[in-house]
């Protein structure tokens, strides 16, 4: 569904029957050859995110064992409440 308004744009999406689990990411775009993706805030998200921030490829498993242990605890409209372990 799409709802439009003079400074709103809202875009409701639905999944597949059968389809189950959390969105991981969505694409979004004027065609499909300037399609952007965004990923949507969850642990396994933040994750990999941080990951690749915070140790790049070249480092070791014991720096990549020592890494904090990130939980998504809420997240609504206007914030995100995330743990560091």
């Known amino acids: 569904s799409v709802s439009v308004s003079a400074h709103n744009a809202v875009i409701g999406l639905a999944k ?10 969505f694409c979004f775009g004027l065609d499909a050859s300037t399609l952007q993706e965004r990923l ?17 490829s070249f480092c070791s498993q014991s720096a990549l064992e020592s890494q904090p242990l990130i939980e998504v605890l809420d997240v609504t ?7 560091l372990k």
């Not at 597949?16 to 991981?24: C, H, K, L, N």
């Not at 949507?40 to 790049?56: A, K």
């Open 40 to 56: 949507f805030v969850s642990e396994d998200n933040v994750d990999g995110f941080l990951g690749t921030v915070l140790c790049p």
């Open 16 to 25: 597949a029957p059968g389809s189950t689990g959390p969105w991981d990411k």
């Open 77 to 83: 409209e206007d914030r995100i409440q995330i743990r």
